[in-house]
């Protein structure tokens, strides 16, 4: 019987939820989850999307993630591909690790995402240690939240949800949002979402994000690198029939990848001769290039992404 299409679109928010298979422990060592939380930092950023809360938990995880217009399937894909490598190499184990395909929910509402952030934070509740000071659970981002612990990886945003809550400073935030999550714990449904943030809005919301759009057609991509590179750095890099420097085909397919949404397949067909393993290679490269000292190459992405927007 054939699964039920994933529900997406363009300019969703996202409730996730990933599952260890029902044997194993999803995270052995608090090392893991340091691990998998530097993972969840590498694709946020490399994919340009955002982090509103998460919560790890011994046999799963809770993400409120915002792919800003990037396909959630590749994103929570390379993610859990990533952690999974780690921990079979490490664990000397072979095989699945995750039950099945992870969980997504579309929060369609201001009040909906309120709720899975205070729902999200309030997870460590079942934890006797910690039932009563959630906010003291070091692998949830509560404590960030709140100030009380320092976000060392810069992982979490928090600006979307503090202008959820119309605060007009940090300190008022702080008690808006802990008012907030301690009322959705003495809740006793948490199958309905939805109806669970009955905390009174003044107005709506009106969202700041910035939601880049990431079905820019490939051709128009490469040709803007193209000319932008070569105007800029003084040499012709067209290209087909001359000598490609590795960091331009590099940055090309970390472009694609990122702007046009291309699976690695994909970006195969666009840049010649190269396998999927060396384009995988490729956008790692291109997306480091962003942060090193050839500061054409940031200046470059951020006028695709503006164009993009």
């Not at 029902?22 to 950023?45: A, G, H, P, Q």
């Not at 952690?83 to 369609?108: A, C, P, T, W």
């Not at 990122?258 to 790692?284: A, K, N, P």
């Not at 200046?299 to 927007?309: H, I, R, S, Y």
Request: charged residues 25%.
């Amino acid at each position: 019987m054939p699964r039920k299409a994933r529900q997406k679109h363009e300019l969703a928010i996202y409730h996730i939820i990933s599952r260890s298979s029902s044997e194993v422990l999803l995270f052995r060592e608090n090392s893991d989850k340091d691990y998998y939380l530097m993972l969840l930092k590498r694709y946020s950023d490399k994919y340009n999307s955002s982090i509103y809360a998460y919560c790890l938990m011994n046999n799963h995880v809770h993400i409120h993630l915002d792919p800003k217009g990037f396909d959630v399937s590749k994103f929570m894909h390379s993610l859990n591909t990533a952690y999974v490598r780690y921990y079979n190499m490490k664990y000397e184990r072979h095989g699945h690790l995750f039950q099945g395909r992870f969980q997504s929910k579309i929060l369609d509402s201001d009040r909906y995402n309120l709720a899975v952030s205070a729902y999200i934070h309030n997870n460590p509740k079942d934890i006797p240690e910690y039932s009563g000071k959630e906010e003291d659970y070091p692998y949830s981002s509560y404590g960030i939240y709140l100030g009380k612990r320092k976000d060392k990886l810069n992982l979490v945003n928090r600006r979307f949800i503090m202008g959820l809550l119309l605060a007009k400073s940090d300190e008022n935030f702080v008690q808006k949002y802990f008012e907030l999550v301690n009322h959705q714990r003495q809740r006793d449904k948490t199958d309905e979402l939805k109806n669970q943030a009955s905390i009174k809005l003044e107005n709506e919301y009106i969202s700041g994000r910035h939601v880049i759009l990431r079905n820019t057609p490939p051709k128009e991509i490469l040709s803007f690198v193209s000319k932008r590179l070569d105007h800029t750095r003084g040499c012709n890099l067209a290209w087909k029939g001359k000598q490609k420097t590795i960091n331009y085909r590099a940055f090309c397919a970390y472009a694609l990848r990122v702007l046009s949404g291309l699976t690695y397949r994909e970006i195969c067909q666009s840049i010649s001769s190269i396998t999927i393993s060396c384009c995988s290679q490729l956008c790692e490269r291109g997306y480091k290039l962003l942060n090193d000292s050839e500061t054409v190459y940031s200046e470059l992405f951020d006028e695709l992404v503006n164009n993009a927007a």
